[in-house]
């Protein structure tokens, strides 16, 4: 499974911003699939994920009502719609397949980051 992610950007506080993530080589439908963020000198940490039926979702604590996490497996397509940005959101965002778990190593399936910066 490759994962390619993308979206990002440089947004100001407030704005809105939709990261997507696409699959290849193989259906990503029969894996739970999460969203992670590294922040400049931190560790990287758990952003959402979601079931492979789509209809279950965990947040962190930090994007809890701000941001959904959502699929369609038909496109092999992941994505996290960021809304009410705020600058602590800026990060490396990076997309994985596996558990759906909000712990690291159980995703053995990783995409490469997208830079997404918050100006205040």
């Known amino acids: 499974v490759q994962l390619q992610a993308f979206g990002g950007g440089l947004v100001q506080a407030g704005d809105s911003l939709r990261l997507s993530c696409a699959a290849s080589?193989?259906?990503?439908?029969?894996?739970?699939m999460g969203w992670f963020r590294r922040a400049p000198g931190k560790e990287r940490e758990f952003v959402a994920s979601?079931?492979?039926?789509?209809?279950?979702?965990i947040y962190a604590d930090s994007v809890k009502g701000r941001f959904t996490i959502s699929r369609d497996n038909a496109k092999n397509t992941l994505y996290l719609q960021m809304n009410r940005m705020k600058p602590e959101d800026t990060a490396a965002y990076y997309c994985?397949?596996?558990?759906?778990?909000?712990?690291?190593?159980?995703?053995?399936?990783w995409g490469q980051g997208t830079q997404v910066t918050v100006s205040s």
């Open positions: 994985a397949a596996g558990t759906g778990s909000q712990r690291e190593y159980e995703y053995p399936y």
């Open positions: 080589g193989r259906s990503v439908s029969i894996y739970d």
């Open positions: 979601i079931k492979w039926t789509g209809g279950s979702t």
